[in-house]
């Protein structure tokens, strides 16, 4: 038996998620544009989804280690370099990154053209990360690596320093 037919009242079902071309919320930070297509109000936060555009020679945030979520990009145009550790993975078009927790990892765009990947995030933890980076921006703070490990502090990250 259905649970509409035990309690007489129809049940509810979450809202498909539509998010258009151009929809979505913009992040800048400095040469990165990202769009948030999902912060997780619609998957229960289980899963976040960005796409990120980043511009030719920008260099990704220090080497860091996720205690509690999973992160996934996926290269849709031009080339991004991912390092775990001391290795260097060049990715293209049609690549998949997977970043399980506890694994050291960074990402830039070494080349002279821009860079487009989605990234994924299970759970959506990280999405307010980027906001606050956006915030402390906005405030004139710069993006510095410190800014970056501060915080990244307080969505269960931390930098891989053993590696410097």
Do not use: C
């Not at 998957?43 to 280690?65: C, D, K, N």
């Not at 821009?114 to 993006?143: C, K, N, W």
């Not at 502090?153 to 891989?160: D, F, K, L, Q, V």
């Amino acid at each position: 038996m259905t649970e509409e037919a035990k309690t007489g009242e129809p049940q509810t079902h979450p809202a498909l998620s539509v998010v258009g071309p151009g929809d979505g919320e913009t992040i800048v930070l400095g040469t990165t544009h990202m769009r948030v297509l999902e912060d997780g109000s619609h998957t229960g936060h289980r899963l976040a989804i960005t796409e990120s555009v980043l511009a030719p020679h920008t260099q990704g945030p220090p080497q860091h280690r996720h205690t509690r979520h999973d992160e996934g990009f996926y290269i849709l145009s031009g080339t991004i370099r991912f390092t775990a550790g001391d290795k260097d993975h060049d990715a293209g078009p049609g690549t998949l990154v997977i970043v399980p927790p506890g694994t050291p990892h960074t990402f830039a765009n070494p080349t002279d053209q821009p860079a487009v990947m989605l990234s994924t995030f299970t759970p959506d933890l990280y999405i307010q990360y980027f906001r606050d980076l956006q915030e402390a921006l906005a405030d004139g703070r710069p993006l510095t690596p410190q800014t970056n490990i501060d915080t990244m502090s307080r969505y269960a990250t931390e930098p891989a320093t053993d590696l410097d």
